[in-house]
């Protein structure tokens, strides 16, 4: 049965098909769920809005995402689907509603396991008796469901510990639910509670994805990139606003600015080692970042460093770079991941295949051929003061440009 016949068969049996969206860490808030839960429906109804005509209740710790026209009904699945992408929710389930009638539910169950078992051949029913006055326990729901399933199904087995089909029959305050198809949720917090984030995204893999580990703990993403044209291409900053535009999907909307790094490049390769070019230019651009998150209201920076991945990510480097920021906190989400890892998020994102689209990064332009990997503080702090730091920043960050994306 696909799954336009499978609603069409449950409208028939007045049978409606709801989606359950199941709240996570926010159910462990005290005193101020409430606000994280307002927040978590705001971003369910900006979603469903794009799926169709639904309608959203909350209550007992979940989301109930209920078809409002026939259109609606047909679409559950990929509205399900975006439902995924809703930080805070850990589970996604579409569920048949049923009256709270165990005569209804037996009536029901075996046929609806028949419709959606799809060569399974073995099955569990798990019972949960939210509503202590139901007349039966949870135990007793499950043996009783289960004895219906088996009559409609002869040829299914029951099995406890490893079921092919886990069915689950919850018995709610306003009705019974019956599912057995949970996708899991993005989990995490609900989007932007944590308050701003300033991300500082390159076109590579990695800060896209850096971004949205952070988007996920509630953080609203703000973007900074930095150019160094005419080194670096207008192709390549569009690729990083293509970054941003997908990024929104899942993030939320991440507005962008962009500063140049032309002159402060300059002055390192005239002025400089070598060997120390690329941490000196990573201090300049900690010391940009810190001043552009103070100017947004960003309350940390995101970077996309994972230890020992080039020689700026060594523990000697990542000091180095991490001593200029002075009064916010650094995250480093993808620090203990490996590059398979962060790829596979990547490619969920949507973010991949732009970034490895090949344009040039201002971190490619004036690249030592030995950059050092174990570099001492002082060495590059000495090496640093025959340039004009203040100067230098200041001119950089007067140019700062902000770019509106399209969510
Ligand atoms: P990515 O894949 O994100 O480019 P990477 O592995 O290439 O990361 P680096 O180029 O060393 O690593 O940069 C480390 C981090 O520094 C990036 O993840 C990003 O947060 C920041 N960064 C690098 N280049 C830029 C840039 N042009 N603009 C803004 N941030 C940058
Ligand atoms: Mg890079």
């Given at each position: 049965m696909n799954d336009t016949e499978r609603t069409q068969t449950y409208m028939a049996e007045n049978v409606k098909e709801v989606i359950l969206l199941k709240y996570g860490e926010v159910v462990l808030k005290g005193l101020n769920r409430s606000h994280f839960e307002s927040i978590l429906e705001k971003d369910a109804r900006t979603r469903l809005k794009k799926c169709g005509n639904y309608k959203l209740t909350s209550a007992q710790s979940t989301m109930y995402v209920t078809p409002l026209d026939e259109d609606a009904a047909r679409a559950i699945g990929k509205t399900a689907e975006e439902c995924t992408?809703?930080?805070?929710?850990v589970s996604v389930s579409i569920a048949c509603e049923i009256e709270k009638d165990m005569d209804k539910i037996t009536a029901f169950i075996g046929g609806y396991v028949k419709s959606i078992?799809?060569?399974?051949k073995t099955f569990k029913v798990t019972g949960k008796r939210s509503d202590k006055k139901f007349p039966y326990t949870s135990p007793e729901l499950a043996a009783i469901c289960g004895g219906a399933v088996l009559k409609a199904n002869p040829d299914i087995k029951v099995d406890v510990n490893n079921p092919e089909l886990d069915v689950r029959v919850e018995i709610r305050d306003y009705a019974a639910y019956i599912h057995a198809r949970s996708i899991p949720g993005a989990g995490g917090m609900p989007a932007g509670s944590a308050g701003k984030g300033l991300l500082l995204l390159?076109?590579?893999?990695?800060s896209p994805v850096a971004g949205y580990m952070l988007a996920k703990r509630g953080v609203s993403v703000e973007a900074l990139h930095f150019d160094s044209y005419p080194y670096t291409s207008e192709r390549a900053r569009q690729k990083v606003v293509e970054i941003s535009e997908a990024m929104c999907d899942c993030c939320g909307k991440v507005n962008m600015h962009v500063i140049s790094l032309t002159e402060i490049q300059e002055a390192i390769r005239d002025t400089c080692r070598e060997d120390y070019f690329t941490l000196i230019l990573r201090r300049f651009m900690m010391r940009l970042a810190e001043k552009t998150a103070k100017k947004v209201g960003a309350l940390s920076l995101i970077t996309g460093e994972s230890l020992g991945q080039v020689a700026s990510q060594t523990m000697s480097a990542l000091g180095v770079t991490n001593s200029v920021v002075k009064s916010l906190p650094v995250f480093r989400p993808l620090i203990a991941m490996d590059k398979e890892e962060i790829i596979r998020t990547a490619r969920k994102i949507g973010t991949f295949d732009i970034s490895i689209q090949p344009y040039e990064d201002c971190c490619t332009v004036f690249t030592p051929r030995h950059p050092t990997t174990n570099p001492v503080l002082e060495k590059i702090e000495a090496e640093e003061s025959k340039l004009d730091v203040d100067g230098l920043v200041s001119r950089a960050f007067e140019n700062i440009e902000r770019i509106e994306i399209k969510a």
């Open positions: 992408k809703i930080f805070g929710v078992r799809n060569g399974a390159s076109g590579g893999i990695d």
